[in-house]
């Protein structure tokens, strides 16, 4: 085995080319070709789009995506080759086992198409592989199978080193940037190797992830229900060979794991179907389950000089607003108009006015939504009795007062957020509704 330290240089390094990564890379695409920067995401996994199994099964997680995030997308050019992909959610449907009041949300009283859609994560990974690779090819380098083993963050000469294994050769390479951006996930260990503090505090909860095929067409209803046992929310999935789908997650105590994972698919479809009744039809089968581990939080820091956080590696929420990928990529676009920013003034992208303006504006948003989150799910995994109260007068309200129901809405769908500035990816086109 024959180490080789190699150098290469980059203006932008992305480590991490999970669903953020990725998006980062689009969002600023188009800046990179206006101000001939050169940018390479960095990832240990292989990102080489093969044809997906999950393409025809039921098996692979799911991403609400708000409405706003829809619109950040089609401004870089990216919406119409994930529209196949999406299923519209039309209706939402909010109710608590054994009690009185619900809310019912519909598109048509927002005078929208959708309230958001529901794309396979699996589908939303290919299709922003596809872009870079065919928009992107001379402007983003991508770097698979590589693992970042270190960063040291600059004004002006960031460096990145990472290993990659080729035909048993470890090769490693240093590369030089003028700004890194970490998405590197959750378990983010090069943000603890720097030292940037993360505040973490565990839900005590898993999350199970299945999809089901359902007995009769669901027609864009989503279904969010609190019950006894955990809240669950049920998503329309488009249908994959004439088979109606959805996808569930079901926020569970983590001593209830082990539980989840043993029963059999029977008692499971039963399980599900008892949670929610039959308001999405009749469960009938159900793909691979996975179980998530749950828990907040919020890295302390997140930028340095020559260096910004984005996506899980700078926040992680609980699931059941659906709302992580949809505060990442606002966070991706917010970074990308200040990049945007430091190239029109001719200053060196890792300096830390524009950083930190990225970060005055991805702050408020992250504490907006991670709040939120967060205190949807306490109040609706809770069965005590004021808190019951709470929740149903909240859904009373919410009901008949149109006023409280269009805020509500149009915060959830993520609709009074501004575009960013940017430019959309070269050689596509943006269409404007
Ligand atoms: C059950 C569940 C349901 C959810 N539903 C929704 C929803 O409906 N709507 C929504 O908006 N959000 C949802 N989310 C949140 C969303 O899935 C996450 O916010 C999003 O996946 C985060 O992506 P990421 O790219 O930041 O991280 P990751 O997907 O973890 O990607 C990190 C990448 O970095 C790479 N990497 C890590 N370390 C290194 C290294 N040292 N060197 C090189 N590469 C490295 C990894 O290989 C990986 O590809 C949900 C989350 C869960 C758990």
């Known amino acids: 085995m024959v180490k080789h330290m190699q150098q290469a240089n980059y203006d932008i390094v992305i480590v991490g080319g999970g669903m953020v990564g990725a998006s980062m890379a689009l969002a600023v695409a188009g800046i990179a070709q206006r101000y001939q920067l050169n940018i390479a995401i960095i990832d240990a996994a292989k990102t080489e789009t093969t044809t997906p199994t999950a393409a025809g099964s039921l098996d692979g997680r799911a991403t609400a995506l708000a409405l706003g995030s829809r619109n950040l997308l089609a401004s870089i050019g990216v919406w119409p080759a994930l529209e196949s992909y999406a299923q519209a959610i039309v209706d939402i449907d909010v109710s608590d086992q054994g009690q009185p009041f619900g809310a019912q949300l519909h598109a048509d009283d927002m005078a929208q198409e959708a309230l958001g859609y529901v794309l396979q994560n699996q589908h939303i990974g290919e299709v922003f592989w596809q872009q870079l690779n065919q928009h992107c090819a001379d402007l983003v380098t991508i770097v698979d199978q590589a693992q970042v083993l270190a960063l040291d963050n600059a004004r002006q000469n960031s460096r990145v080193i990472y290993e990659r294994n080729i035909d048993g050769i470890t090769q490693q390479v240093e590369v030089t940037c003028q700004l890194i951006i970490m998405a590197d996930g959750g378990r983010s260990t090069l943000r603890e190797d720097l030292g940037m503090y993360n505040q973490q505090q565990s839900y005590e909860q898993v999350a199970l992830v ?212 940017i430019l959309p990816v070269p050689t596509l086109e943006v269409q404007h509704d």
């Open 210 to 421: 299945v999809n089901v095929v359902l007995d009769k067409a669901h027609q864009g209803l989503a279904c969010e229900r609190f019950t006894a046992n955990g809240p669950m929310a049920v998503l329309p999935l488009l249908p994959v060979q004439q088979q109606h789908r959805a996808a569930i997650v079901w926020t569970q105590p983590k001593q209830r794991a082990q539980a989840l994972a043993a029963m059999d698919n029977e008692q499971l479809l039963v399980a599900l179907q008892n949670q929610v009744g039959f308001r999405m039809g009749e469960f009938q089968a159900l793909g691979e389950r996975q179980i998530y581990p749950l828990s907040l939080s919020v890295a302390q820091e997140q930028v340095r000089q020559g260096l910004a956080v984005i996506g899980n590696a700078a926040h992680t929420l609980h699931p059941i607003a659906g709302q992580g990928f949809n505060l990442a990529l606002r966070g991706a676009f917010a970074l990308a108009e200040q990049i945007h920013k430091a190239c029109q003034a001719q200053a060196p992208l890792g300096d830390l006015t524009y950083l930190h303006a990225f970060l005055a504006t991805s702050r408020w948003d992250q504490k907006l939504t991670v709040g939120a989150s967060d205190q949807i799910m306490k109040l609706f995994s809770s069965q005590q009795k004021s808190l019951t109260w709470g929740r149903q007068m909240g859904l009373l309200a919410m009901q008949n007062l149109p006023l409280a129901k269009t805020v509500f809405t149009r915060v959830a769908m993520g609709l009074d957020q501004p575009l960013a500035e």
